[in-house]
């Protein structure tokens, strides 16, 4: 029974090695990098650290990146809410197809639709915005969060809505007052998945933007292949990107057990 | 089947870094016979569960012994006590069939398809789950999933004991009366060591031959209901059991009689007067009536429960309730009242002190 | 739940819809005009039919893309499904070190996917990178540039190490909602720890483990952005698979009626497998 632990810890320790890979790499300089294989940096600097803080190029990407997951996560679930109590709670003309029509969304590979959403975003003249990415996103974000949303609320028992209207509240009262707090728990998990596939997805953001929306990850990739071979200055950019994920993850470490069980085990 | 000894049994869960040892059950030494219908009664939190998960071997007590037939089993697992338990939340092996449910132990223990046969049927048969074997287990009620509980420690052969904990909490109300007369039934057929957790009185006094009252994490009684109800042992029994329990009331002593509120009272005993420490009377309210001279109390408050009926008064400080006949009037003016003297107790700091009635 | 039929709930659904439809279907009609027409600039089409998709369906390269993509996702799944299972049978279910183990899993979820890419370009390269370097100085020979067979192995390791957490988290998640009294009355009828894994963990697991499943085929039959910044698609075409061949196609050859018609068809592979494996899942939930 005690060695279970054996099992985790090497998961683990499989985990870290690349991110340690990676680290390592961003405090070593590109001569030292180039002139072969060291575990350890040997001339520590922050040099690539930083040239990202003072580059505005370099800073904007991240600034870019989190405007719009940020703004993709908070269209996503707001939508989401009352579609996903209208799931949960109500029969309609259509609903079951309706609720898997969403779903095929979430199957339709992004780079089907990489092209035609440019061509779409250019003429509504979106191209190179925030917003652009964010609405994109919610292509595969929006079904993801009804899914996640619908299976927390039919946790929820029918007679709290009940309760709520013959104790006089209207609909939107009951919603926001007492609905909303309630499935707390869900809301945070929602959220979590929506930041999440957001921040890592790149070919549709990359196809979206050029210049002012640019995010990240696309900044990254136009790096390594204009300025030449700068691994250091990449590798400190990657490690950057790891940050905002970390925080999320900390923030609701406490939902991963129970909220990931999408609230109808 | 065995008897089943406690010897100074404590246990304490492991303390918060930095601080003394709570324990959720206080020593105990307790002997439950062979074959007896035991119920634990208690509040919520007095230590009932620790108590059967120590029998039952789910923990091992922080002190002390627990012996099976007069040899040691404190640290044998589970599995080897031949103990079966049932949960407050009826446990079933959803993906199975009812019959497959209940072959479950006796296949985990090798024993032969033919014997398994035998023995599922005849349990199903005592639990009247015949016509349902072939479902699955997850599509039935309540009830029936702690039925199949059950029935999977009653067709183990070996089992020592079978141990419940508030295996009712999720019945219906009407279910519950007929599970448990099929409990008590079973065990009047089986014979077999039943113990029985739970905070309501009316299934612990229904269901047992014998009922431990446990308080606090000890154990503050052990007795037939008839001798919980007319002598409690402790004040503690005395308000849990009974319906309204027992009125408590400060007192004095006199040459060795009660004085409560200045008034001596008769009790037809006499104890040694120089008791110290907190003393009190106990006194049912069954026990307690109207009459002409006594203690005159002021009338707060009557209750009309059908066939008889609570009256709340009150002396001076002090409430006394009491249950008055349906057809009884309530005196209108200066209504005085009297004790019983037979069934009048006296508690030293809590607990009964020693009388001899006449 | 029972539910009340109530036709003002498309009110409520109604956002979603056309923010969905927005996305979908504009760019959908898009891909359905492209497949049936050819363009030559200037806004004019011409019918073509299903020139485009016979096209696609008999060439070679599209079988071969197909093929590796078969491949892969089974491979993935194979490896990432029961290796999630044991990690997660084996997390501790209380303790400080929960949140810790918690934490660190999730992160590889939360990287940039080209940075993930990146990450483990740098981490195999055979000459400076840590898992190449010390894969050759033990002796094997390791150059994922050059070997298919180390491209494969990279890409495949790489999106275990991506994704397996994913599973490990909802199959924890699954676990931890079984309540004690299930694995106390196991231990009482005397269960093997491989019956209280069959008979328990398995079916109280099997919702999380529906949603895991499902989600990592899709995501592995769409990967796109990972193998392309690891390994570009070679060498040659060896991990060239549907995605970074059908941006290779549209954006590269700015072929875009076979492109189009390309993507319908693999959309609608994605969509069939889900549907018969939602089907298939469902039904069995019925029995």
């Known amino acids: 029974m005690n060695k279970k632990w054996i099992l985790p810890s090497l998961y683990i320790l499989f985990l870290m090695l690349p991110i340690y890979g990676l680290l390592s790499m961003s405090f070593k300089t590109t001569n030292e990098i180039l002139g072969g294989f060291s575990l350890f940096p040997q001339n520590f600097t922050l040099e690539n650290y930083i040239k990202i803080f003072t580059d505005p190029t370099w800073y904007n990407g991240y600034i870019n990146s989190l405007i719009y997951v940020c703004l993709n996560t ?25 609720f898997f029509w969403l779903l095929t969304n979430r199957m339709a590979p992004p780079a089907v639709f990489a092209l035609p959403f440019f061509q779409l975003y250019s ?36 007679e709290l809505d009940e309760t709520a209207y013959l104790d006089g509240y209207s ?95 | 089947m065995s008897q089943i000894e406690f010897k100074n049994v404590r246990h304490a869960y492991p303390p918060a870094k930095g601080q003394a040892p709570v324990y959720a059950l206080k020593e105990v030494s307790q002997i439950w016979n062979d074959g007896g219908a035991y119920a634990l009664l208690g509040p919520s939190g007095c230590g009932k569960t620790t108590l059967l998960n120590i029998i039952s071997g789910l ?129 009047q057929r089986i014979g077999m060591t039943m113990i029985y957790v739970t905070h309501d009185q009316v299934e612990a006094l229904t269901f047992a031959d014998k009922v431990v009252v446990m308080y606090d994490g000890g154990v503050v009684q052990v007795g037939t209901p008839v001798e919980l109800f007319n002598r409690p042992k402790h004040t503690f029994v005395g308000y849990f059991i009974g319906s309204p329990g027992m009125n408590v009331l400060p007192c004095t002593l006199d040459q060795g009689q009660p004085v409560f509120a200045n008034n001596r009272l008769d009790s037809g005993y ?39 009926q609570v009256v709340t008064v009150r002396h001076e400080a002090e409430q006394i309730k009491m249950v008055v006949g349906e057809d009884q009037a309530i005196p209108a003016q200066s209504p005085k009242i009297s004790f019983a003297a037979d069934n009048l107790l006296l508690y030293q700091d809590d607990w009964a002190v020693e009388t001899e009635h006449a | 739940m029972r539910k009340t039929t109530n036709q003002k709930a498309w009110w409520l659904v109604t956002p979603v819809l056309l923010l969905v439809a927005f996305n979908a279907f504009i760019p959908l009609m898009t891909v359905v005009n492209y497949a049936f027409q050819e363009t030559f600039g200037n806004n004019q089409f011409f019918w073509e039919g299903t020139t485009w998709f016979e096209k696609v369906l008999r060439s070679e390269r599209f079988h071969d893309a197909l093929g590796r993509q078969m491949l892969f996702t089974s491979m993935i799944l194979v490896i990432e499904v029961p290796l999630g299972i044991a990690v997660a049978l084996s997390m501790p279910r209380k303790g400080p070190w929960v949140s810790v183990c918690l934490v660190l899993m999730a992160l590889p ?90 008979y328990i963990q398995l079916p109280k697991m099997k919702r999380v483990l529906t ?77």
């Not at chain 1, 009951?174 to 929506?194: D, N």
């Not at chain 3, 981490?123 to 050059?146: E, K």
């Not at chain 3, 050859?253 to 390309?262: I, S, T």
């Open chain 1, 74 to 98: 908070v269209i996503s679930v707001s939508v989401a809410l009352p579609a996903a109590y209208a799931f949960s709670r109500y029969r309609f003309l259509g609903d079951k197809h309706l």
């Open chain 1, 123 to 158: 003429a509504i003249e979106l191209f190179d915005t925030h917003l652009a990415v964010a609405l994109a996103h919610c292509l595969f974000n929006i079904p993801l969060a009804v899914w996640i949303l619908e299976g927390f609320m039919s946790g929820i028992p029918k």
């Open chain 1, 171 to 265: 609909f939107w009262r009951f919603f926001i007052r007492i609905f909303i707090p309630t499935i707390a728990a869900g809301i945070g998990v929602a959220a979590f998945f929506c930041f999440m596939y957001s921040w890592v997805e790149l070919l549709l953001a990359k196809t979206l933007t050029s210049v002012d929306a640019k995010p990240i990850a696309a900044i990254m990739t136009r790096t390594a292949s204009t300025s030449g071979y700068e691994l250091g200055l990449l590798a400190a950019a990657g490690s950057l990107t790891i940050i905002p994920g970390a925080f999320v993850i900390y923030f609701v470490r406490n939902y991963i057990a129970k909220g990931f069980a999408l609230g109808r085990v």
């Open chain 2, 59 to 187: 923990l091992t007590p922080s002190e002390g012994s627990i012996l099976f037939d007069g040899s040691e089993v404190t640290r044998l697992p589970t599995a080897e006590r031949h103990i079966a338990q049932v949960f407050q939340f009826p446990v079933v092996y959803d993906t199975m069939t009812v019959y497959d449910n209940l072959a479950f132990p006796l296949r985990n223990r090798g024993v032969a398809e033919a014997r398994v046969t035998q023995r599922v049927t005849e349990i199903a048969e005592m639990l009247d789950l015949s016509d349902r074997l072939q479902q699955r287990a997850a599509g039935l009620t309540a009830d029936g999933k702690q039925k199949i509980s059950l029935g999977r420690g009653l067709v183990r052969e070996d089992v020592n004991a079978i141990l419940f904990d508030e295996p009712l909490t999720v019945i219906d109300p009407h279910l519950k009366w007929q599970l448990r007369s099929k409990l008590k039934e079973l065990h």
């Open chain 2, 270 to 308: 006499a104890v040694a007067s120089d008791l110290a420490g907190k003393l009190e009377i106990g006194i049912r309210p069954e026990f307690v009536s109207f009459s002409d001279d006594g203690i005159p109390v002021a009338i707060e408050k009557v209750e009309d429960l059908g066939r008889y």
């Open chain 3, 109 to 198: 979820l939360l990287i940039p996917w080209n940075v993930v890419g990146a990450m483990w370009n740098i981490f195999a390269l055979p000459d400076i990178g840590l898992l190449g370097y010390s894969l050759n100085s033990m002796g094997f020979d390791y150059n994922f540039t050059r070997q298919p067979v180390s491209a494969w192995m990279t890409t495949v390791v790489m999106d275990v190490w991506h994704w397996t957490s994913l599973v490990v988290l909802l199959c924890y998640a699954g676990l931890c909602s079984i309540p004690d009294a299930y694995y106390q009355a196991a231990h009482i009828d005397g269960a093997s720890p491989w019956a209280v894994f069959r």
């Open chain 3, 211 to 287: 949603i895991a499943i499902l989600l990592r085929f899709m995501d592995s039959f769409m990967i796109y952005t990972e193998p392309f910044v690891l390994t570009g698609g070679g060498p040659g075409n060896t991990t060239t698979f549907l995605s970074i061949d059908l941006v290779k196609i549209a954006l590269g050859q700015f072929d875009l009626g076979p492109a189009a018609a390309m993507s319908l068809i693999y959309f609608l592979v994605v969509l069939l497998i889900c549907w018969v494996f939602y089907t298939v899942m469902m039904r069995n939930e019925e029995q």
